[in-house]
């Protein structure tokens, strides 16, 4: 919501922060403090974006062990999440992986 001021209503923190990646209407409404009237107005749709990716989620972590030069018998999940924790997708972006002793990763 915002203040209405000299017939006009300012937003300032309004966005669309909880949701995937896709289009959305913003749809406003009035309600006459009058007669109770309820005014609306439907904004044309927007597309929201993804932003970079800011966060990697491990959803299922590797196997503990495996034999050399075999995979992992239990392979990584990863969620990729965006600065406000949205799914990152339809963006092409890879993951690098590292092999390392523990605690000598990068």
Sequence with gaps: ????????ARFSTLGAPSIAAGWVSLRFSVVSPFDSRVVTS?????????????TILVE???????DAGMPFPQQPAL???????NPVVGVFE????WLCSPCACP
């Design 42 to 54: 439907l904004c044309p749709p927007i597309e929201v974006l993804p932003s970079r990716t800011r």
């Design 60 to 66: 299922q972590e590797p196997s503990n062990w495996t």
């Design 1 to 8: 919501s915002a203040p209405i001021e000299g017939g006009a």
């Design 79 to 85: 969620k990729l999440l965006d600065k406000e924790s």
């Design 94 to 97: 890879s993951v690098t992986t």
